[in-house]
Every structure is written in structure tokens, then in C-alpha cells.
Nanobody, 119 residues
Framework: QVQLVESGGGSVQAGDSLRLSCAASGRAFSNYVMAWFRQAPGKEREFVAA????????VYTDSVKGRFTISRDNAKNTVYLQMNSLKPEDTAVYYC????????????WGQGTQVTVSS
């Protein structure tokens, strides 16, 4: 059974940085992709970034390009989201998700971690 556990959220000021972590367990992930999503109050959940466990290919939503970096540590089965130059509009609950490469709807989700950015 796949389990994802996020950590690293918190409350910061605009311009600060945070690093989120997502520890994955329950299977081998070589053919999987790991993604970060976020959901702000009253808004739809949105895609933030994704990375392939094998090969490390990454993709980002436009609003975070140049500020956020997704990376992975295969030995630790952990994916990170380094968030720099945070803005108030980045405030949301951040979720990690994973599934087989090519799947359009992720089946496995973490519990979420709150990120609050004050101006």
C-alpha cells in the first residue's frame, strides 16, 4: 500500500523560503511520477510541479517557475519542493501525489501540509 507523508509547511513572510518533503513508502517507484498540488481556501486544487522518479524530468506550473524547485532523493524515497521568494498567493494546503507515469488522475495522495505566506 502506497503511503505519502508530507512535512515542512509553516507560516512565513513574503520573500521567505520553505522546503516541503514527501516521504513515500509501500512499493518501488521507479516507473512513477511524484507531483505537488496545492489548494487555497475557496479555490480548486491546482498542479504545482512534478518529477519522474526515474530520470528526474520535471515540469512546473507557470506561476512557480523560477521560484520553486522539485527534486528527489531516490535512496530515501523522498521528494522535495524548495519554495523561494514566497508570495501571499502561494498560501495553500500543499499535497504530494504519486502514480504510474502516464496516469491522468493520481490515485495516491498525502494528507497535506499548510503553507501560509504573510505580506
Amino acid at each position: 500500500q502506497v503511503q505519502l507523508v508530507e512535512s515542512g509547511g509553516g507560516s512565513v513572510q513574503a520573500g521567505d523560503s520553505l522546503r516541503l518533503s514527501c516521504a513515500a513508502s509501500g512499493r518501488a517507484f521507479s516507473n512513477y511520477v511524484m507531483a505537488w498540488f496545492r489548494q487555497a481556501p475557496g479555490k480548486e486544487r491546482e498542479f504545482v510541479a512534478a518529477i519522474r522518479w526515474s530520470g528526474g524530468n520535471t515540469v512546473y506550473t507557470d506561476s512557480v517557475k523560477g521560484r520553486f524547485t522539485i527534486s528527489r532523493d531516490n535512496a530515501k524515497n523522498t521528494v522535495y519542493l524548495q519554495m523561494n521568494s514566497l508570495k501571499p498567493e502561494d498560501t495553500a494546503v500543499y499535497y504530494c501525489a504519486t502514480d504510474v507515469v502516464g496516469i491522468s488522475v493520481y490515485r495516491y495522495w498525502g494528507q497535506g501540509t499548510q503553507v501560509t505566506v504573510s505580506s
